[in-house]
C-alpha cells in the first residue's frame, strides 16, 4: 500500500551551506541553504534556490554574486539561527560571532569559520513558485586543507530541517 507525503521529505539529508551576499564593505548577510547544487562541470556551475522577498535574494539580485560557504559541523547552532531569523530584522554576522573574510574575488564576504567556499557571479536567475534559483558561475573555489585531509567533517540536513526552518519564513505577497 502507498500513502501521501510531503515530497520533500525523502530528498534528505542534504549537505548545509552559509550562503554569504551582499558587500563585505557595507551590507552582507549569510543565509542557510540545502537547496544548492552543482549543475554543470564546464563551466562550472551552481544553482541555489532563496526565497523571493528575502534579504538574501535582494542583496543577490543587486551585486548579481554570492559566497558558497561549506560549514563544519560546529556550527550547526549558528547554521539553525541564521536559517530561522531575516536578514532584514538581524545583523546574522553579529548575532552569531561568525567572522566575515574578504573573498579572493567577490565583494560578498566568506565565512572564516567554514572549511571551504565557492565565489560565484549569477549567470542567471529563474523564478521557480516562491524562490528564486540563482545559476552562479563558480569563479574561485578552495577549501581548508584540514577538510581535504578528511579530517574535519561538515554539516548535513535532516529530514526535519525544512519542517522547522520553512514553516517560520514568511509567505511570498
Known sequence: MRTDVEY??????MR???????????????????????VSKEPPLIACAIGRGTYS????????EFVVNVPPKELKSKIYYCGFHSGYQVD??????????????????TIEECVA???????????TGEKN????????????????KGEKNIEYAKGDFPKKIYATRFKIP
Open 8 to 13: 520533500l521529505e525523502f530528498m534528505w539529508p
Open 16 to 38: 548545509h551551506f552559509l550562503l554569504t551576499c551582499g558587500d563585505i564593505e557595507r551590507k552582507s548577510n549569510i543565509i542557510a541553504v540545502s537547496f544548492c547544487m552543482p
Open 57 to 64: 535574494c535582494k542583496l543577490i539580485e543587486d551585486t548579481e
Open 92 to 109: 546574522k554576522f553579529k548575532e552569531t560571532g561568525l567572522t566575515p573574510q574578504p573573498a579572493r574575488k567577490v565583494k560578498a564576504p
Open 117 to 127: 567556499y565557492m565565489e560565484c557571479k549569477v549567470r542567471q536567475e529563474i523564478e
Open 133 to 148: 534559483l540563482f545559476i552562479g558561475e563558480v569563479i574561485e573555489a578552495y577549501a581548508d586543507e584540514a577538510l581535504v
